[in-house]
């Protein structure tokens, strides 16, 4: 089946009961247990499992084309928990260029832990090869990355990493599986934040991992989210599963009106530089052109100037919403290095814009009198 078709069907099941089309939001906590002890439909306790969270798991494995999948309260959640089925003393590889709250992770509260790491240049594949440990177990990959969009070569990585007995987990985020499959270049785990694109909508917050395999890997994860509970509650499983309907035909208009956004900042005299895959002045445009089917709605400039100018011309827009955050139906600009805080290498004339679903020719004429 095309994805087009998997994103609208996949996880609903018309309601057995009353004939609803749409499968009902499950509240209950708890299932009921027949007289012989059995859980006659699987389910047990809301932690555990239930039928929205379910539903959600099933589709984005499907899209992704993966064996399985753990939804979680958040992204940080789902990237956790891959650090978390790790043991202390293992070693994982993680780019330079990466959202900031991964990173932070990893030096604050896994470093605790013993959970070691290493920041590498995923374009440098030199780099990548000589920062293997012998207790390197994974690799995380962020492709297009967060906000320098550098495009990194799955297929590449995923083939040097599986040489030294390690895996690779990918943060889709920012392409979605409409756009680009992880698994079909060799990745072993995707994960998502379900916050940004999959929902699509400014209002979940949650996160989610598919394996391609359901291996012993998968398994701790599971276990780390059945046990720990840091779950998506019904309500935001249906949520995100009714943002997912509409997925590919968002991803559609996020595209078209990020490469209009992105020609038309090219062109601007106040603008130093405009990173977006899709532009064939990209470096890596034609590693993009290969691995994505499009080139996402985010995309991120420098103007002419510093911070001061940066901000002078996130504060004139009127369309936009100065925020953090991405994927939603409404464009959002903002400056990238203040949010990331003191280890940022973010340029700090750089403004991040996502791009939405407004018209094209309002998203222009607001970027344009903001720059004049
Ligand atoms: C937002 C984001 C995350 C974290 O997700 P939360 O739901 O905010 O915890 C992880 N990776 C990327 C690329 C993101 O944009």
Redesign the pocket.
Known sequence: MKIETIAIHSGNHPDESTGAVVSPINLATTFERDADGSYPKGYKYSRTNNPNRASLEQCVAELEGGSCAAAFS????A?MALFQALSAGDHVIVPDDM?H??ANMLRGMFAQWNLQHTFVNMQDMQALEDAFQSNTKLVLI?TPS?PMMKVTDIKAISDITHNHHAIVAC?N??ATPILQSPFSFGADLVFH?T??YLNGHSDV???IVVAKHDDDFFKRIRDIQQVGGAVPAPFDCFLTLRGIRTLAIRMNVHCANAMAVAEFLSNHSSVEKVHYPGLITHPNHALASKQMKQFGGMLSFQIKGDAARAFEVASKVKLFTRAT??GGVESLIEHRASIEGPHTTTPQNLLRLSIGLEHIDDIIADLEQALS
């Open positions: 958040s992204g940080s959640a990237a959202y709250g991964i962020e967060n943060d985020t920012f934040a916050t940004k917050i949650g996160g955050s991405l």
